[in-house]
């Protein structure tokens, strides 16, 4: 059982940027591949971001590479999504999942098994 926290949200304007953090409980943060999820009002919930449970990996949308940048301290049980350049279409409600996965290597896109409550990301114009 994992329970994630989203931080770091908040109201910025466009060009600016934002660091979120997702704290993990648990002494198994290390085993779990980690993920960034986002939904926009009326929209459904769309990939981020994702990192292997070694760090050794990523996978990003591929209209967000270059600007997000995903990583993972195990010691602190965190995962963080940097983000840049922020535009007012990345306005979201942004989600931290977990996967518990064997591969060193796999940031997995789907089926993960437990979510935060998100935070509110606004880029105004």
């Known amino acids: 059982q994992v329970q994630l926290v989203e931080s770091g949200g908040g109201l910025v304007q466009a060009g600016g940027s934002l660091r979120l953090s997702c704290a993990a409980s648990?002494?198994?943060?290390?085993?779990?591949?980690m993920g960034w999820f986002r939904q926009a009002p009326g929209k459904e919930r769309e990939f981020v971001a994702a990192?292997?449970?070694?760090?050794?990996?990523?996978d990003y949308a591929d209209s967000l590479k270059g600007r997000f940048t995903i990583s993972r301290d195990n010691a602190k049980n965190t995962v963080y999504l940097q983000m840049n350049s922020l535009k007012p279409e990345d306005t979201a409600v942004y989600y931290c999942?977990?996967?518990?996965?064997?591969?060193?290597?796999?940031?997995?896109?789907?089926?993960?098994?437990?979510w935060g409550q998100g935070t509110q990301v606004t880029v105004s114009s």
């Open positions: 999942a977990a996967e518990l996965t064997l591969g060193p290597y796999i940031a997995p896109r789907r089926g993960y098994d437990y």
């Open positions: 648990g002494r198994t943060f290390s085993s779990y591949a």
């Open positions: 990192i292997s449970w070694s760090g050794g990996a990523t």
